[in-house]
């Protein structure tokens, strides 16, 4: 037969709310120790630290920040180019008539 181990029996409010509370701070703490962790890491690395106050952070430039750059300055252009196009269109239609 099981073993019973008081798995099975309904859970109180009060016990519900401490083993959440338990989980909690035990989710705290580990991040505290990731967190800790990863700022020694970058030190001894030479990495800048992971929330970003390293002082060259503006030097830096974001390879997605200048692709999007890159596409925005496409996508004006193809707008430039497709009203200059539909203004010819129109301009033809209207002396042809």
């Not at 008081?6 to 401490?18: E, M």
């Not at 630290?49 to 193809?78: C, F, I, M, T």
């Amino acid at each position: 037969m099981h073993a019973n181990d008081g798995q099975d029996d309904p859970k109180t409010r009060a016990d519900y709310r401490r083993e959440q509370e338990r989980a909690e701070k035990d989710f705290q703490e580990r991040d505290r120790k990731r967190v800790q962790v990863e700022k020694e890491y970058a030190r001894s690395h030479g990495g800048e630290a992971p929330n970003g106050d390293a002082p060259n952070n503006e030097q830096r430039v974001n390879p997605v920040d200048s692709k999007q750059q890159r596409l925005s300055h496409r996508l004006n252009w193809v707008i430039v180019w497709l009203v200059l196009l539909i203004i010819a269109v129109y301009l033809i239609l209207f002396f042809l008539d």
